[in-house]
Every structure is written in structure tokens, then in C-alpha cells.
């Protein structure tokens, strides 16, 4: 009996559809074109997972930087005083403290200044 590959194909091209849902025009529904579209959507959700590290962090030293500045000292000079004192905060956790609890915030830079 001779054995057709349609299931394992039609799954593949299923698979690549079922990703390709919400495009618009023929990249959701034709196979050749949902294919190269949805490599080039996965090459760039790669990318981007790291990009959004590095705008997170640039947003959480601008905050930091400005509410230290509030506090009569800059960023590097802040995180070099912490370095020195032994305190690991990350600058994520520096950030919120800056944003929700000021107070706090001035108490960490008066400890890293001293």
C-alpha cells in the first residue's frame, strides 16, 4: 500500500498558518508567504526579547539619575558610592524606590554618600 506524506506536511504547513493568524492580506493565508513572514516575526521577537533589556535598564538610569540629582549628587557618582558602601540594590529596585518612595530613595543616597 502505498503511503502518502499529507498528514505530516499538512501539519507542518498548519503549524506555520496557526502563527501566521491576525497578519494581514495573503501572509495569513497562503502558505508560502505566512512562512516567510512568520520567520521574519520569530527573528524579530529574538531580537527585540533583548532589546527591551536594554531600554528597561536605560529608562531605570534616567530615573535614578534624575531623582539623585533631586538629591544633590549624580548617577555614577551614586552607584560608585554604593559600590564603595557594600550596598547592592539593582537599578531596577533603584528606580522604584526613586519613582513610589522618595523618602527612602534619599536615605539610600545619604548612606552612599557617606
Known sequence: MRVKKGFKARRRRNRVLKLAKGFRGRRKNCYRRANQAVERALDYATRD????????????I???????????TTYSRLVAGLKKAGIAIDRKILADLALALPGDFAAVVKSARA
Open 49 to 60: 526579547r533583548r532589546q527591551k533589556r536594554r531600554d528597561f535598564r536605560a529608562l531605570w
Open 62 to 72: 534616567v530615573r535614578i539619575n534624575a531623582a539623585a540629582r533631586q538629591n544633590g
